[in-house]
């Protein structure tokens, strides 16, 4: 275990458990910063522990400033507080349509990654709100190798010119993001992306 997930950890421990007793960390900042890697390891150190990411929730390269917030606060968030399993269809931005529902059970951890994952209606619910941040070139690097990854596993023609223009775009809707949701301000803890944090 990383000295990052430790201290991510210790400080989700010190708080109340807002999921029926189950704690809601939060790992939120630019995509490409680092936040998946982080998230897995807390999973990994959590026994029952569950990760939920942002990217299965979005309805596409626009999806960010949509009503993903409201999809889940109201369909995975409230149900875990209430103690009963929570539910979201994850987008599949090949097809560009939601397919399969993918139920949320109550657990001892619920690892919510991805930009958007500090959306402020989570705020009463959340143990801990991590920042991860990284320069925009590496971040921009990052992306459009994953993309390229999972465009080469469905099959589908790639078309770089194309995507660095939708994370072009994602970029300036993630920063609108995070001004209106004061982030990374409320952030309760900080890291470097760049580093090992997983």
Known sequence: MTDVVAAVLEHA????GRLAGG???CVDGPAGSGKTTL????????PGAVVLHMDDMYEGWSGLNGDTGARLHDQ???????GETGHYRRYDWVLG??????????SPLL???????GDRALAPYRSTLVWVSAPDDLRLERGLARDRALYAREGEPWDEAGHRALWAGFMADEAR???????????DLRFDGTRTIG
């Open 23 to 25: 704690r809601l960390v």
């Open 177 to 187: 993001f995070f001004a209106a949701h004061g982030l990374p301000g409320t952030a």
């Open 76 to 82: 995975v968030v409230v149900p875990l507080a209430a």
């Open 97 to 106: 349509a939601f397919a399969e529902r993918h139920d949320v059970p109550p």
């Open 13 to 16: 421990r010190a708080r109340p």
């Open 111 to 117: 690892v919510l990654e991805g930009v958007g994952s």
């Open 39 to 46: 998230a897995t390891a807390l999973a990994e150190a959590v």
